[in-house]
């Protein structure tokens, strides 16, 4: 059964990091894109970035490309975000999704992060708030 599990969300002031992770299992993560989608109170949810194991490859939302840094473990079980120099407006539920994705049909169609509605697993979500 395919899992997603994310954890590291907390209280953090603006200016300061965390590193999210979402855990998977139930499948082979070169088969699928892993996305990291955010939905602030009262706004649409809003993708932040993708990952392609098959590819190597990876993309971000303008508004977070020179902030946040995807990434796996040595496992692939593991995908990471990385959010440096965080702002209040990153106060959000933060969630990991995945959809099945060959690697030929990456090459002509890399994951885009606001290709939100093409996931097919969520997680739970976990919590960020930037605030002093």
């Known amino acids: 059964q395919l899992q997603l599990v994310e954890s590291g969300g907390g209280l953090v002031q603006p200016g300061g990091s965390l590193r999210l992770s979402c855990l998977t299992s139930g499948f082979p993560l070169e088969d699928y894109v892993i996305g990291w989608i955010r939905q602030a109170p009262g706004s649409e949810r809003e993708g932040v970035s993708c990952f392609s194991s098959s590819l190597g490859f990876s993309n971000a939302a303008d508004s977070v490309k020179d902030r946040f840094t995807i990434s796996t473990d040595s496992a692939e079980t593991t995908v990471y975000l990385q959010m440096n120099r965080l702002k209040p407006e990153d106060t959000a539920i933060y969630y990991c999704?995945?959809?099945?994705?060959?690697?030929?049909?990456?090459?002509?169609?890399?994951?885009?992060?606001?290709?939100?509605?093409?996931?097919?697993?969520w997680g739970q979500g976990t919590q960020v708030t930037v605030s002093s």
């Open positions: 999704a995945a959809v099945r994705r060959t690697r030929n049909f990456l090459i002509n169609h890399p994951c885009m992060p606001e290709d939100i509605s093409d996931y097919e697993y």
